[in-house]
């Protein structure tokens, strides 16, 4: 355990996480439940698991203000974008638009739904070509504040209790049974961050932006930071029951295929990672 080396890397969608998780080229990941659920069923023998939670909500729909979208009646013939096919946001947007009647142009509707990256959405949002977004933090308030869009709602406001996972921590079920201390306390860490970020929410904004400098080339204003924040909830709370509400999400959208799914053993039991420990000690 000790001096073990860490390796980040940052990926531009869950979905290409999940690629990496099953070329063994990352064991342990930030996503969102949609491609962590894709990636336990579609992993031999289910081998994506998730072991923890890490925010709640942070999520909105954000129309042009051109596009004259008041309701979801106003989304036929609109041109709306989410991120990648198979990513949360394009799961949430696409079962929306099921239980309001409405479909993709793609399943014979007459929504044009655009899947691209956040940066490309920010683009297009721009330029007109694209009437509404369905992103996630702090994207949404970029485009409000940035471009003049409207966040027409939140995605927590279509959930019980006003709550659902928006990301998830998972790990390849072999990599925690072989390295279970590190798997432990990789979880402890977790959990002091998340209760620091909770106790240091300005201290917490000053470092996710020098983060996004560093990183980027560019950090954002304060105001944006600000109101991101305040969308989102960090977390250590799977919220359980909004996996398996997306699951039926993904599945009703062909996300799933169509033969049912079976999410058993999709929470991976933390306390067999310390009992693997015991048993090496």
């Known amino acids: 355990m000790e001096g073990t080396e860490i390796e980040t890397r940052l990926f531009d969608s869950g979905p290409q996480v999940i690629e990496s998780m099953f070329a063994n080229s990352v064991d342990i990941a930030y996503v969102g439940p949609g491609p962590a659920i894709n990636g336990f069923l579609q992993s031999k023998n289910n081998e994506i698991q998730i072991i923890s939670g890490a925010a709640s909500s942070g999520v909105s729909f954000v129309v042009n203000p051109g596009s004259q979208i008041k309701t979801a009646e106003d989304l036929d013939g609109k041109r709306i974008a989410a991120p990648l096919i198979g990513n949360t946001q394009d799961i949430s947007l696409r079962n929306y638009l ?3 009647g409405l479909k993709p142009a793609d399943k014979g509707g007459s ?6 990256e956040n940066p490309e959405i920010y683009t297009l949002f721009a330029k007109d070509d694209i009437d509404g977004a369905w992103v996630p933090e702090p994207w949404a308030t970029i485009l409000v504040l940035e471009l003049g869009g409207v966040r027409l709602f939140n995605e927590e406001d279509l959930w019980p209790q006003k709550q659902f996972a928006s990301v998830v921590l998972i790990a390849r079920n072999d990599y925690i049974k072989n390295h279970p201390e590190i798997v ?3 979880l402890d860490a977790h959990t ?3 209760n620091w970020i909770n106790q240091n929410p300005d201290k917490s904004k000053v470092i996710f932006n020098q983060f996004l400098k560093n990183t980027l080339g560019k950090s ?3 105001e944006i930071i600000n109101e991101a924040f305040s969308h989102i909830q960090i977390t250590t709370d799977p919220s359980i029951d909004s996996i398996y509400i997306f699951a039926e999400r993904a599945y009703s959208v062909g996300y799933l295929g169509r033969h049912g799914y079976n999410l058993d053993g999709i929470f991976h039991d933390t306390k067999l990672v310390k009992a693997l420990l015991e048993n090496e000690t």
């Not at 929504?111 to 691209?116: A, C, D, K, Q, W």
């Open 184 to 186: 432990s306390k990789w």
């Open 192 to 194: 002091e961050t998340v």
């Open 98 to 100: 099921y239980e309001n």
């Open 111 to 116: 929504v044009y739904v655009f899947n691209l």
């Open 220 to 222: 954002l204003k304060d």
